[in-house]
């Protein structure tokens, strides 16, 4: 149990920076091009922050005697609703934004 929720921890981590580094921002200046995905600067800082939010994660973790897989299962589980709810939230602001212009945006 411990080797799969540490596995789900780490898929997590790493589409978290995948979705980070390819986010769609047009007023972040680029910072290059890896495959087909487009970096930007907002995509490397939000990247950057989750690599750090890991790493305070388990050593906090492990200081207060916490079981640092459940803490792992917690923060995969943080990501996921952090981006769909970003990806919610901006789809209603749209919807808003396109109803107000008319269907025009």
């Known amino acids: 149990m411990a080797r799969r929720s540490s596995k789900l921890l780490h898929t997590a981590y790493i589409a978290g920076i995948i979705r980070s580094l390819g986010s769609v921002s047009d007023t972040s200046p680029p910072v290059g091009e890896l495959g087909p995905l ?18 305070v ?27 769909l709810g970003a990806v919610v939230g901006t789809a209603l602001v749209l919807r ?5 212009l008319g269907g025009r945006a």
């Open 57 to 83: 994660l388990k050593r906090r973790s492990v200081r207060a005697r916490l079981d640092v897989d459940i803490s792992g299962r917690l923060l995969a589980w943080a990501l996921v609703g952090r981006f």
């Open 38 to 55: 487009h970096i930007d600067s907002f995509g490397v800082l939000v990247a950057f922050g989750i690599f750090v939010g890991v790493q």
């Open 96 to 100: 808003r934004h396109r109803a107000r």
